[in-house]
């Protein structure tokens, strides 16, 4: 604690997330994502190190928080397009690459008068492979919430805005969709 409303904290630690036996075995047709998929059978553990930065301050009325983390994984398990059909599925099979995740978030949330909080949320977070620089699949784009909330005794009604940028960084694997809220 640089002074006392405010409280810096740094993390360092290591990950290991063995296969699924679904990334392992599959193999079949999957119709929630209109594919056919296929296990790798000799796929490795995942393997990471991550470090990540905050920031929080807090008064008796607001709060706030800045967060940035960067996560190195080996062995990153995936799933990719082969280019072929089965049953006139795309045919998808999981496999690895060592991987680069970083990004951030921020946060804040004000007592703005005795019965009404206001809150907001912006988050982001970039993948790549390391051997290439290429986009990992599947990274969700640019994101932010809105919130308000009315509070009053043992009751309460808020409402949220999920809003969501265009994802401007695809792998090969991806389709893009526009922004949305």
Known sequence: RPVPRLALAVNAGRAWRAPTLFELLTNGPHPGEARFEIGTVDLRPESGFNLDLSLRWQSDRARAEVAGFRNRIGDYIHIAPTGATQDSLPVYRYQQA???LWGGEASFEIQAAAAIALSGR???????RTSDGQALPQIPPLRAKLGGEWRR???SAG???????RQRRLSAFDL??????
Do not use: F, M, N, W
């Open 159 to 165: 409402v949220d805005i999920d809003l969501v940028a």
């Open 98 to 100: 060592g991987a680069l």
């Open 176 to 181: 893009g969709t526009a922004g949305y809220g």
């Open 153 to 155: 005794g043992g009751a």
């Open 122 to 128: 912006i988050d982001y977070v970039r993948g790549e």
